[in-house]
């Protein structure tokens, strides 16, 4: 049976993709995971991998053409010669045939909400909690976490000064809806703490001259810290669904940087898994990659908790929007006398005052204090 390869979305804002090219032809024997083209979105690039090892049996889609998410992309079989399925047929069978791509958490989310599987894009081949999420977030939030029934709307109308309406980028749309999900859905709040800078220069300092590196990477220990602190404290890393606290399994760490006019949240996978080493490594590769406006679609979602820094800009304090389904976002900040700002934005329903002030002073001091 010929299996389709679909056109995946990039961010919740965008319906429409460029296919940039293909990197198989017709023939080509392809494995579970290979890249088999790119696509493209205002500056961002992203692979597309093949669901299932099978023989490219044709292209829907065309280079440099720009196609709806969700779309057929192109087509896998078990052999060669084996038919492409006719348009009608696509539509009458499409169901059954994302049906053995949905995760059961997924099916679940699905019917909590109404909604069929034809709708949803898939994330990476699949339909995931992740890729309902994204399509929930597009339509304003998911029937699992309710607004208040007497709740209204607001519009806010136009001020009355005379002006121009500007259409907000792609960024500036993925900003909105964050900081939406912040206001809608969180109950946020915010704490900080001083902190002595002097152990985590010195635990710095050591690690670059063990390492042989070219400058001594202080954020990404501290961000490493964070990311054993919530393996150890489930409840940092987690979110509410409906009346329950769902605690992730991976750590997902975001890391906010700034490249050029948008701000970015590149997230390590996975990074409950890694080494501090291999850390300091891996977030470095995609910050590289979010400074070119190229990260792959796994590093620009899918963030569980999240660090953000402004001591570049020497501000001494700020006060972060949490990532949508996030509960715990640190905020680093520069220090003066000697002395240092961590700060954390929460969501209350998940995390109290006092265990936000006992991570951030974990978090505050080295490993090996």
């Not at 977030?137 to 136009?158: C, I, N, W």
């Not at 997902?252 to 490594?281: H, K, M, P, S, W």
């Amino acid at each position: 049976m010929a299996t389709p390869i679909y056109v995946p979305r990039i961010n919740n804002n965008d319906d429409e993709v460029k296919v940039l090219s293909f990197d198989v032809s017709i023939g080509d024997k392809v494995q579970a995971d290979q890249v088999v083209g790119q696509v493209e979105t205002d500056k961002a690039v992203l692979d597309v991998t093949a669901p299932s090892a099978g023989f490219v049996l044709g292209f829907v889609a065309k280079a440099e053409e720009v196609v709806r998410v969700g779309s057929i992309m192109l087509w896998l079989g078990n052999t060669k010669d084996e038919a492409i399925p006719a348009l009608e047929e696509v539509a009458v069978g499409q169901s059954a045939s994302r049906s053995s791509q949905i995760t059961s958490k997924a099916r679940l989310l699905l019917q909590k909400n109404g909604l069929q599987a034809d709708v949803i894009p898939p994330v990476d081949g699949r339909i995931t909690v992740e890729a309902v999420e994204r399509y929930l977030s597009v339509l304003g939030g998911a029937k699992t976490e309710p607004k208040d029934a007497g709740a209204t709307q607001l519009v806010d109308g136009l001020p009355d000064v005379q002006g121009n309406p500007v259409n907000l980028t792609r960024e500036e749309k993925g900003m909105a809806a964050t900081v939406t999900w912040h206001r809608d859905f969180a109950v946020p709040g915010y704490i900080e703490i001083d902190y002595d800078l002097a152990p985590w220069a010195e635990y710095a300092k050591q690690f670059q001259d063990a390492k042989g590196l070219l400058m001594p990477p202080l954020l990404p220990l501290m961000a490493w810290r964070m990311v054993e602190v919530a393996r150890k404290i489930p409840r940092l890393n987690a979110t509410m669904v409906g009346n329950k606290r769902f605690e992730y399994a991976p750590v997902n760490l975001g890391f906010t940087i700034q490249a050029g006019d948008a701000l970015y949240l590149a997230v390590v996978r996975d990074a409950q898994e890694q080494d501090e080493f291999g850390f300091v490594n891996a977030l470095g590769d995609v910050l590289r990659r979010a400074a070119g406006h190229n990260l792959r679609e796994s590093e620009a979602s899918g963030a569980t908790i999240g660090f953000s820094s402004m001591e570049r800009w020497k501000v001494t304090r700020h006060i972060p929007i949490l990532p949508p389904h996030t509960a715990f976002m640190v905020a680093h900040a520069a220090g003066q006398g000697g002395k240092g700002v961590l700060g954390a934005s929460y969501d209350h329903r998940v995390l109290n005052g006092g265990q936000v002030v006992a991570a951030l002073k974990k978090i505050a001091l080295p490993k090996n204090n």
